[in-house]
């Protein structure tokens, strides 16, 4: 699927930023969920929200202020999506 451009730079950005021995299994799995998220848009791209929802999908209690450091360094506005959710 193809991505919107902005948001592919951003996501490489952010996958540069995260430990070698995570990354592959990071990108892996984000890339599988920003697809499915924009496909249950009916949208022909990724885009953002797509990518910020799958990142907020399924992330480890241990890696999340992590990833939120690194969404905010690399310009996802993540907030505008309703994360973080409340419980």
Do not use: C
Not at 46 to 61: G, H
């Amino acid at each position: 699927m193809n991505w919107e451009s902005k948001t592919e730079a951003k996501f490489r950005t952010f996958v540069a930023k995260i430990p070698v021995f995570h990354r592959h299994i990071m990108e892996v799995a984000v890339i599988k969920k920003a697809e499915e998220n924009a496909k249950a848009r009916g949208a022909s791209l990724i885009e953002e929200e797509d990518v910020v929802t799958a990142f907020f999908s399924d992330v480890p209690s241990p890696f999340y202020s992590m990833m939120v450091r690194l969404l905010e360094q690399t310009g996802f506005d993540y907030r505008k999506y309703g994360f973080p959710k409340s419980n």
